[in-house]
């Protein structure tokens, strides 16, 4: 179990994605691995794309909610600032087998977004 912040990532948020993708990158075809992905996500694991630092991400993150941008919009920026979201997560994960339960707090929400 790793603890890490919410809505505001921090370090522990920085740590836990870390410590994510070290261990997909040690992944085999053999392994299984399932993963739970619901409301609370972006925060607790937080590794921003080279170049970005965690405050600044931090500062996109308050100007999209201040903005009151759809919550689908918001996640289409994050997912594009960030090492972990868009898919790289799984990315990460191969070769091994993937099996992943999404839950939503979003109203008519799209998971493909």
Do not use: F, W
């Amino acid at each position: 179990m790793i603890e890490a912040s919410h809505p505001e990532p921090d370090h522990h948020s920085l740590n836990a994605a870390n410590l994510v993708l070290k261990l997909a990158n040690e992944l085999i075809s053999d392994d299984t691995v399932y993963i739970l992905l619901s409301g609370g996500g972006s925060s607790l694991l937080c590794l921003p794309s080279d170049g970005i630092s965690l405050e600044q991400k931090k500062d996109v993150n308050k100007a999209l909610l201040k903005s009151g941008a759809p919550i689908d919009e918001i996640n289409t920026v994050r997912k594009h600032l960030s090492s972990i979201k868009g898919g790289r997560l799984l990315k990460a994960c191969a070769p091994s087998t993937i099996k992943t339960l999404v839950i939503s707090d979003v109203v008519d929400n799209d998971p493909t977004l």
